[in-house]
């Protein structure tokens, strides 16, 4: 059978329209079913909690070095030769200790100059006193010595007791400089340097000695010194008791008290000196020792801890969130120490306030908080 083009044509078109009108029945009928069962989302809960204050105590561990208690260098204090040395690096010394001799030939000779001027005018002031001695004496019998006399008398006697006076302070002086050619331990250690061996020119720093001729430590006594960052300071106090370790024996606790605050800050470190006394009578420490000291920071007083994701780091600012009357009120803080996932918190605050305790900047601040759900 022949079939006429224009009838295929409108057989076609049939079909198509047909299809379509199925097609756009079976959407409508999916979107009608979709927006029936589409329900309002539901505003989930946010857990809050109550301020309270409580004590936050930490620790604190910083390097810190061992000091000897008093160190000296031992110069020679006039320009000598060393006659003899009697102690070596590692001798343990007492305060008055004699550990060196030196020879300087000038300086006797200085001195025997002294003591001879010393007796000459010993010699002048003894004739002068007796000449004035027997004109007083004289004077006694009326018209004998004249006032004039007599008062010239005692001028000449009181010049040369002056004159003896200083002859016997040069004398001193030059006793004291030969003293000088003796060292001396100026308190009881040990010599940890020595620079110098007999027949040595030695002399005052910079002049004869470019090396001290010993170093003295005191050992038996150390001081061990910390730099407490400024942000810890306000925590520090007298007496507290601290812990060090070192490296040459880490499984042995030592332990020391704060002796001494330094009350400033050091302007290169923006920290304080602290000191402790450490007793070092076996001698297990040494002086130059680096030990990793804990150091407790106790509250002084409460504060308002709260947990650390309660509180928001801002770009602008830093903040927790309290819930007022249903609402969401960003409130700035302070924040403090930080410790063991509680952070110390410092602000327009009172007790029972009750804060969002996932804080983030998603709750916005004077939003809607429509369900709370109450964490202790």
């Avoid at 060196?100 to 001879?116: H, K, N």
């Avoid at 509180?311 to 969130?321: Q, T």
Wanted: neutral net charge.
């Amino acid at each position: 059978m022949i079939v006429h083009p224009m009838n295929a044509y409108l057989n076609t078109l049939k079909v198509t329209g047909a299809l379509v009108l199925a097609a756009t029945l079976v959407r409508c009928s999916t979107s009608a079913g979709e927006a029936g069962s589409t329900k309002a989302p539901q505003a989930s809960a946010v857990e809050t909690v109550s301020l309270k204050k409580g004590l936050l105590s930490s620790v604190l561990n910083v390097p810190g070095e061992l000091i000897s208690y008093q160190q000296v260098d031992l110069y020679a204090r006039e320009t000598s030769f060393v006659k003899t040395i009697l102690v070596d690096v590692g001798s343990e010394v007492k305060e008055g200790q004699v550990l060196a001799s030196l020879e300087a030939p000038e300086i006797s000779s200085r001195l025997a100059g002294a003591e001879s001027r010393g007796k000459s005018q010993e010699a002048v002031y003894l004739a002068s006193k007796a000449n004035y001695d027997r004109l007083l004496e004289t004077s006694k019998t009326p018209g004998t010595i004249s006032p004039n006399d007599l008062d010239q008398a005692r001028a000449r006697m009181n010049s040369d007791l002056a004159q003896l006076e200083a002859a016997r302070a040069s004398q001193r002086e030059a006793g004291n400089t030969r003293d000088y050619l003796t060292i001396r331990a100026p308190f009881s250690g040990v010599i940890t340097a020595r620079n110098v061996n007999p027949g040595a020119y030695v002399g005052p720093s910079g002049r004869g000695s470019e090396k001290p001729m010993f170093t003295l430590q005191e050992q038996k006594h150390l001081r061990l010194v910390v730099s407490v960052p400024e942000a810890y300071t306000a925590y520090l106090s007298p007496n507290d008791t601290v812990d060090f370790f070192v490296k040459s024996q880490p499984d042995k606790a030592f332990h020391a008290r704060v002796a001494r605050l330094a009350g400033a800050l050091d302007a290169r470190l923006r920290a304080e000196r602290i000191e402790m006394d450490v007793m070092n009578d076996n001698k297990r420490l040494l002086p130059g020792m680096i030990a990793d000291v804990v150091v407790p920071l106790p509250a002084k007083d409460s504060t308002f801890v709260v947990p650390k994701r309660a509180v928001v780091n801002a770009p602008e600012k830093v903040f927790i969130i309290k819930v007022v009357g249903g609402k969401a009120q960003w409130t700035p803080v302070r924040i403090g120490r930080t410790i063991d996932g509680k952070t110390e918190i410092y602000g327009d605050l009172r007790i029972g306030d009750e804060i969002v305790l996932a804080a983030s900047e998603e709750v916005r601040d004077g939003s809607d908080v429509p369900q709370t759900k109450k964490t202790e």
